[in-house]
């Protein structure tokens, strides 16, 4: 019997496999990290449908455990290969975010290269193609449309259940509104720089006009809220946003939560935001829900998956517009049309088959 194993090396991957299920005639295992209950939401393999879970504390742990299971099929969601197997092992990428069309322009300018050998690349749409033959110099084996998070999405359920709970566990049980900002900081690189300011900006913002309006604003950072207090304090031009900064986050109106919580279980929000460049723009089209853009610098990652120019978010330009733009949007639903002529503009397929697509996948290779 073949076997398979994915490799999940940090908790915030889960959702790549999370909707797998078991296959006659296959071994499947699934090799991660502990599990963590955050703010009352599991961030665990409870809802996993392949059940043969095994745990690792290291990465010299895991290491040991591949040793064992000696896999047929090692599928994993980062493009690092530090993982040994056996030489006749086929290795599967299965994408945990999409390429936005600004890679065009940073292939172009020329981008560091890396020389990952996956057998077969699971993504959303081409180009990842393009973006991954580039950066490995070779033609690359590409599915489409299997990107098996999304499958999550395809269930109301999964990111509605735990709205209670989450209230429950911040300091405003009753919110009028409920706002999602994805954020987007803090490192001093290219990538980051046009965007870190933007950042702290909102969350000071968003905690004016959650207190002002009893709305409740969920913050999902891409770092830790300690990284974000060092980077200020490395930084001369930022360190004006440490005192502003800790009493937003320590505000009733707002809630924080991990960098590495699943962001789809806070998708029950009533308005969802992002300020960068991040697939939960596609995202919060699929589940058609108001979507706002914080971009008040131009950059080559201005309108990375065209939902601004689609007319499927809108987009913020000044700070001080935030307020109206969520009134505006949270009573025009005009969007929801362009959000979904978007996603089939796009080729973008959500049946709720693409664990079905990936699994078949395997299965022929193994």
């Not at 939401?41 to 043969?52: A, E, L, M, R």
């Not at 999304?150 to 706002?179: A, C, G, H």
């Not at 987009?315 to 109206?324: A, P, Q, R, S, Y």
Request: overall charge positive; hydrophobic content about 35%; glycine content about 4%.
């Amino acid at each position: 019997m073949k076997k398979v194993v994915y490799f999940i090396r940090t908790l915030s991957h889960r959702r790549s496999f999370e909707t797998l299920v078991e296959r006659d005639g296959i071994e499947q295992m699934i090799l991660g990290p502990k599990s963590h209950v955050l703010n009352g939401v599991p961030q665990g393999y409870g809802d996993f449908g392949i059940k043969n879970v095994q745990i690792f504390d290291t990465l010299e742990d895991a290491q040991k455990i591949l040793d064992t299971f000696k896999p047929d099929v090692l599928v994993q969601a980062e493009f690092d290969e530090q993982a040994k197997v056996p030489s006749t092992c086929k290795r599967v990428f299965v994408g945990h975010g999409m390429i936005g069309n600004h890679m065009t322009k940073l292939l172009k300018k020329g981008m560091n290269k890396t020389k990952p050998t996956f057998d077969y690349c699971c993504a959303q749409t081409k180009m990842f193609e393009s973006f991954f033959n580039h950066i490995t110099e070779r033609k690359n084996n590409v599915l489409f449309n299997a990107m098996p998070q999304f499958d999550l999405l395809y269930n109301k359920d999964y990111y509605t259940e735990y709205r209670d709970i989450v209230l429950n566990n911040s300091k405003i049980q009753n919110p009028s509104r409920i706002i999602l900002f994805c954020g987007f900081c803090c490192k001093n690189r290219p990538d980051y720089n046009l965007h870190n300011e933007d950042y702290f900006n909102t969350v000071i913002e968003l905690a004016k006009i959650s207190k002002r309006n009893n709305w409740l604003s969920i913050i999902k950072p891409r770092q830790h809220h300690d990284k974000a207090i060092n980077f200020m304090k490395k930084s001369k031009k930022m360190t004006k946003y440490i005192k502003p900064f800790t009493d937003a986050i320590n505000s009733s109106n707002l809630h924080c939560i991990e960098h590495i919580s699943n962001t789809y279980r806070y998708f029950f929000a009533d308005v969802i935001m992002c300020n960068a460049c991040s697939t939960v723009e596609t995202e919060a089209c699929v589940v058609n829900k108001p979507l706002i853009l914080i971009r008040t610098k131009s950059g080559p990652d201005y309108d990375p998956f065209d939902t601004v120019s689609s007319g499927a978010a809108s987009l913020v330009k000044n700070i001080n517009d935030l307020e109206k733009t969520i009134n505006v949007v949270l009573a025009d639903t005009s969007y929801v049309d362009k959000q979904n002529k978007l996603l089939k503009s796009k080729g973008i397929v959500m049946d709720g088959m693409a664990h079905k697509r990936v699994q078949d996948l395997i299965c022929k290779i193994a």
